[in-house]
């Protein structure tokens, strides 16, 4: 058990996009990352769309540059071609080269280690809606109705999920909807870099911030007694399995296959913007001054650890999800605005 036990839990459990930035927060990995001698592409027929297997080569990197020093930009992305074995050779060249690598931004809390002992007992049940409640009875009855067919598809019998809170409903049945349609998280791409940096040598450093978490037992009793406002989260979460599974597949493939264009067509933050919304304005984020503005408190974090590497390396390898990237708002543009040249892969 590590020293942020508790927190951790409680905030994986949470699967809180804003705070695990290397995928879906509980998703498992179907597939590991390309080895050499991997075989030919080839495509692999799914319930209604092609989707890609075999080698494939991603997105390529952006470059981040002042004077003689430059940062390579990777970009992640979820869910991908689960039986996708991508090749690695480019990213490693570039991290082999590098002398640091910059993790995706996240926040750790802390509890000490024997608090976060004392606290696993009072973690039982936190998925549970609060006074035994059902989905039947915190969902609208059109939004139920929904959830029953795709429940049905996707879940089969498993009755236990009735219990839980609409987020973590809709967690399990995107977990369960993606695997049935080939498609799984981009964890096992972040931890192939990591290892990468490991072979080479080469510096692996975190981004985004640490804190301590006050009174933390309060702030789980407190959660494990109020509804959370969530059914926009669940509804956007149904909408993107029921209506959504083709889209999602073209666009693993687009990243897969390294196709800029479509994945710069790719709407990255509805869902999660919605489902971050359902924890940061619940009563617990709203009553613990830590846990406010976590997204902008990440930003600037990150914009911190990679002005300090384009500073102190002559070059530096990152690794983003494709949604701070991208946009306007993307991290990315901050860099320009402060004068670093930006360019993106073709």
Same mark, same amino acid.
């Given at each position: 058990m590590s020293k942020r036990t508790a927190c951790a839990l409680y905030f994986a459990v949470l699967a809180l996009p804003a705070l695990a930035q290397t995928g879906a927060a509980g998703d498992t990995p179907d597939t590991p990352a390309a080895a050499p001698g991997a075989p030919v592409p080839e495509l692999v027929e799914a319930p209604t769309q092609i989707v890609v297997s075999g080698r494939r080569p991603g997105p390529g990197v952006w470059k981040v540059s002042k004077g003689e020093h430059v940062m390579w930009v990777f970009g992640t992305y979820s869910p991908l071609p689960a039986k996708m074995e991508w090749d690695a050779s480019r990213v490693e060249r570039l991290v082999a080269q590098s002398q640091e690598v910059l993790m995706p931004p996240g926040a750790n809390g802390h509890v000490g280690f024997f608090r976060g002992i004392t606290l696993l007992p009072s973690l039982v049940g936190l998925k549970k809606n609060p006074d035994g409640a059902q989905l039947r009875d915190v969902l609208p009855a059109d939004v139920y109705a929904r959830w029953t067919g795709l429940k049905e598809k996707y879940l089969g019998d498993d009755d236990g999920v009735e219990r839980y809170r609409p987020i973590f409903a809709g967690q399990e049945l995107r977990q369960a909807g993606m695997k049935k349609n080939g498609l799984a998280t981009s964890v096992q791409v972040v931890k192939a870099i990591e290892d990468i940096a490991r072979k080479n040598k080469v510096k692996v450093s975190k981004t985004g911030f640490e804190f301590d978490v006050e009174e933390p037992r309060k702030m789980i009793q407190e959660f494990k007694k109020q509804q959370m406002d969530d059914v926009a989260c669940f509804t956007k979460t149904l909408d993107s399995i029921d209506g959504d599974i083709d889209a999602m597949r073209a666009r693993a493939n687009?990243?897969?296959?390294?196709?800029?264009?479509?994945?710069?067509?790719?709407?990255?933050?509805? @869902?999660?913007? #919605?489902?971050?919304?359902?924890?940061?304005?619940? %009563?617990? +984020?709203? =009553?613990?001054?830590? $846990?406010?503005?976590?997204?902008? @408190?990440?930003? #600037?974090?990150?914009?911190?650890?990679?002005?300090? %590497?384009? +500073?102190? =390396?002559?070059?530096? $390898?990152?690794?983003?999800q494709m949604k701070d990237i991208l946009g306007e708002r993307g991290y990315l543009a901050d860099l320009a605005a402060k004068g670093y040249t930006v360019e993106s892969p073709r």
């Open positions: 687009a990243w897969a296959n390294g196709n800029i264009a479509e994945i710069r067509s790719v709407n990255f933050t509805e @869902r999660e913007d #919605a489902c971050n919304s359902a924890i940061l304005n619940s %009563s617990v +984020a709203r =009553n613990n001054t830590q $846990f406010q503005d976590m997204p902008g @408190r990440l930003r #600037a974090a990150w914009l911190q650890s990679a002005e300090k %590497s384009l +500073a102190g =390396n002559a070059s530096t $390898f990152a690794i983003l």
